[in-house]
């Protein structure tokens, strides 16, 4: 590994153990992030920022008895380690009793992420960016297009310890790349991007060239009428419906009657089918194609976990306290996550629908009825009008109002899953594999001008 420009565990665990030294509570946590973020943005086909950050900070969590508190500071001589080790310590002699706070957790296994770091996504500099992104400008200048977008990096060092003799170091390296390229007349627009964890797997070159075709074949949009589609979902599209699922697997909700997955009558769904057979989702810390955090802020480890299999409903996600009231262990939970998809290519799903939309992706979605997962937006940057089995022309954006659920009960066709880009922003995203999939019935509900 070359020079880290952040904390090694060596150093990492000089720190904490002072930390721990310098504690009088009763119970006291010590969590230790360090890392180098790095980023370029371009707009107009020519850089526009580029900055690197270099950071540590520090945040001591200290409780007597149920009184808990904590103070942060990213200073770390000996004078400023015992001022924020007294500061949370003075604090949490002031604040209420926490009754859900249970103590802080001892020694734990982890499971083995060290495959999520790569040297070539840490040592990645400015020059090297702007290498990158000239490989898109030089494309959408030769079409007499418009080029946007962002690269953002990061690589570092997260710890915990505790008084009780936990002690966790892990590292990471995420990269994310977008781009949107614009038409000149303003009437057509495409997007492309991913996530890696190393540097060498990002083609921003074939990212680039998805962005500028779109965009030229995005043209001069026409209205099509609003309703009940069938649509073919570019993976993209289908991970910022899914996602909107996997961030509802709380138990405490679900228990409490607070979400879609609680139960007539009191309890959760765990154990029924609620969606497609086909369904399955998974996360796994130590899978190269969605690595993911290793434990939690307070250190609780993470694991492999299949939230859902055969559309059945297999897991939700208990934190410490929940598990403790319900008497079981805490589970993982999804900081990345796996679809398993099929045998049907885009190509064929596009060749066997007689009528139906082409989607790249979805944008601005809001909550409309968490109950149900009811969500609106809008598709973005690329969205064609399919007709007998063929792409014939753009249309303009429309507004959807739709949950995951139905649209996974819809599903008539799916691909090979890959990983995307999962968030709505340009910055980093969990680690997100999803399928391409055809779907019926997806509901639009008006049409918008905007590109």
């Known amino acids: 590994m070359a020079d880290q420009p952040f904390m090694s565990e060596e150093e990492a665990r000089r720190i904490t153990d002072r930390v721990l030294y310098l504690s009088q509570a009763d119970h006291c946590r010590v969590n230790l992030t360090s890392a180098m973020d790095g980023n370029t943005r371009f707009a107009r086909n020519q850089m526009s920022t580029s900055g690197d950050i270099t950071n540590s900070n520090l945040t001591v969590t200290s409780a007597f008895g149920q009184r808990v508190a904590s103070s942060t500071t990213n200073r770390f001589d000996d004078d400023s380690l015992q001022q924020v080790v007294r500061t949370s310590e003075d604090l ?3 604040a209420p009793e926490d009754p859900e706070y249970l103590g802080e957790l001892g020694s734990q296994s982890y499971p083995d992420t060290r495959g999520s770091y790569y040297d070539s996504t840490a040592e990645l500099e400015p020059e090297e960016r ?5 490989r898109v400008t030089e494309q959408a200048v030769t079409e007499d297009l418009i080029s946007t977008g962002f690269l953002v990096h990061r690589s570092g060092a997260t710890c915990v310890a505790t008084s009780e003799g936990l002690f966790a170091y892990g590292l990471d390296s995420r990269v994310n790349f977008t781009t ?9 627009s495409g997007w492309s991007g991913t996530s890696v964890n190393d540097w060498n797997e990002l083609n921003i070159g074939e ?3 998805i962005a500028v075709q779109k965009a030229i074949r995005s043209r001069e949009p026409r209205d099509v009428e609003p309703g009940r589609w069938t649509v073919v979902m570019e993976p993209t599209a289908v991970g910022n419906m899914v996602n909107l699922m996997m961030n509802q697997l709380s138990a405490r909700a679900a228990d409490e009657g607070r979400s879609f997955f609680s139960a007539p009558g009191g309890g959760n769904k765990i154990g029924e089918q609620f969606i497609d057979s086909r369904v399955n989702i998974h996360s796994d810390p130590e899978d190269p194609s969605i690595y993911s955090t ?16 055969d559309g059945t409903l297999q897991e939700l996600n208990y934190d410490r306290y929940w598990a403790e009231q319900n008497n079981r262990e805490p589970t993982g939970f999804p900081s990345g996550w796996y679809m398993a998809g099929g045998n049907d290519t885009l190509e064929e799903m596009i060749a066997s629908t007689e009528r139906g939309l082409l989607l790249t992706r979805f944008w601005y979605i809001r909550s409309v009825d968490p109950r149900t997962i009811l969500f609106t937006g809008l598709t973005r940057d690329g969205t064609f009008l399919i007709e007998n089995g063929r792409i014939t022309h753009p249309v303009k954006n429309l507004r959807w109002n739709e949950t995951p659920i ?3 009960n819809n599903i008539e066709m799916m691909g090979a899953p890959v990983r995307i880009s999962s968030g709505e922003s340009a910055g ?6 999803v399928p391409p999939l055809k779907v ?3 509901s639009f509900t008006s049409i918008s001008d905007a590109i």
């Not at 949107?180 to 057509?188: M, S």
């Not at 290793?294 to 299999?309: E, K, S, V």
């Not at 980093?428 to 594999?433: D, F, G, H, K, N």
């Open 92 to 94: 949490a002699r002031l």
């Open 130 to 134: 702007a290498r990158a992104i000239a």
């Open 180 to 188: 949107t390229i614009r038409t000149e007349d303003g009437t057509g």
């Open 207 to 209: 990212l680039g060239s």
């Open 294 to 309: 290793p434990f939690n802020n307070m250190g609780l480890a993470n694991r492999r976990t299949i939230w859902i299999q």
């Open 406 to 408: 139905f649209m996974l």
């Open 428 to 433: 980093l995203t969990p680690a997100v594999v």
């Open 440 to 442: 019926r019935d997806f």
